[in-house]
């Protein structure tokens, strides 16, 4: 009976011990570490006189900066103004970005005159250096929300694009043959087969888009002023306030991460049939 009961409980602790030890910590402890360590080092750097604190702040300086940027977006002043501008721009940017990279990636998966021409002009287009093209987009559509809405599209989409299109043509043959035999049209087709199974593939184009979109607004607000946090770090750049630079960096990837965050949900919801690739699972 004891060689019963012992037999489950020794199978497992032997499982437990084939499972790398990073993969028993929790993420959240992995994360605090390694951000302790960087603090650390950046703090050892600074005061080792490595690097001079006009060029690096210390991590202190930064926290203080920090701590006030939060009181001033929790005030609702200046800061939480320019905060609203950059989310706005950025939302507005992936959104577009998701309707024409999806758009442009069932063009290119259905069709040959996608796969010839539209796919080469995209890969072009990407390929242009997009500092070059935010002045291009101020001049077209002037310094309001519009031009930074379109530089934000413009560098986010392409993930979107080239997933979509992966995901449409990478569906299993035997399924495909199956839908065919039981007299599919091509709607039916894409509809009940070619579009969940590429689902996975569109939502980690957005994943990288909603990093991405934050990256685009971000520039054009550098090259076409008006509002928006990155106008305040081009600010705090001239004037050499670089704590408060590093502060507004801290902020806009923790606005990054919380978009990704916002995705990933969505995707844990749509695609309810697979895990995300970040969120832990449902029990």
Same mark, same amino acid.
């Given at each position: 009976?004891?060689? =019963? ?19 028993? /910590?929790?993420?959240?402890?992995? *994360?605090? *570490?390694?951000?302790? !360590?960087?603090?650390? *080092?950046? #703090? ?11 060029? &690096?702040? =210390?991590?202190? %300086? =930064? ?7 939060? @009181? ?23 959104? &577009? ?20 021409? /539209? #796919? ?7 390929? $242009? ?22 530089? !934000? ?9 080239? %997933? ?10 035997? #399924? %495909?043959?199956?839908?065919?035999? =039981? ?9 009940? &087969? @070619? ?11 957005? @994943? ?8 685009? $607004? ?37 606005? !990054?991460?919380? *978009?990704? &965050?916002?995705? %990933? ?15 832990? !699972?449902?029990?």
């Amino acid at each position: 009976m004891s060689t =019963t009961r012992t037999a489950p409980a020794a199978a497992g602790r032997a499982l437990d011990a084939r499972v790398p030890a990073l993969e028993r /910590i929790p993420g959240w402890v992995l *994360i605090t *570490i390694s951000l302790a !360590a960087l603090v650390g *080092i950046w #703090q050892l750097v600074v005061s080792a006189g490595l690097v001079s604190e006009f060029v &690096l702040p =210390t991590p202190g %300086d =930064t926290a203080s900066a920090l701590v006030d940027l939060s @009181k001033d977006l929790a005030s609702g002043g200046q800061a939480w103004d320019n905060f609203l501008v950059t989310v706005q721009e950025t939302l507005v940017g992936l959104l &577009l970005a998701a309707v024409i990279g999806v758009a442009l990636g069932v063009v290119i998966a259905e069709t040959v005159f996608g796969r010839k021409v /539209i #796919q080469p002009l995209m890969i072009a287009l990407y390929a $242009a250096p997009k500092v070059a093209l935010a002045p291009l987009f101020v001049t077209w559509f002037g310094f309001g929300l519009t031009p930074k809405v379109v530089m !934000a599209a413009t560098i986010a989409f392409f993930p979107v694009m080239v %997933d979509t299109a992966a995901g449409l043509a990478g569906v299993d043959e035997d #399924q %495909d043959k199956l839908f065919l035999v =039981t007299k599919a049209n091509r709607v039916q087709r894409f509809w009940k &087969l @070619k579009l969940p199974t590429a689902l996975p593939f569109i939502f980690a184009g957005l @994943k990288s888009a909603a990093v991405l979109s934050i990256i685009g $607004a971000i520039v054009a607000e550098f090259m076409g002023g008006g509002e928006g946090l990155g106008v305040m770090v081009k600010t705090a750049s001239v004037s050499f306030a670089l704590d408060r630079v590093f502060a507004l960096i801290v902020l806009l990837s923790v606005l !990054a991460f919380l *978009i990704y &965050l916002a995705v %990933d949900l969505v995707e844990r919801k749509v695609v309810h049939w697979r895990a995300s690739g970040f969120l832990p !699972a449902e029990s």
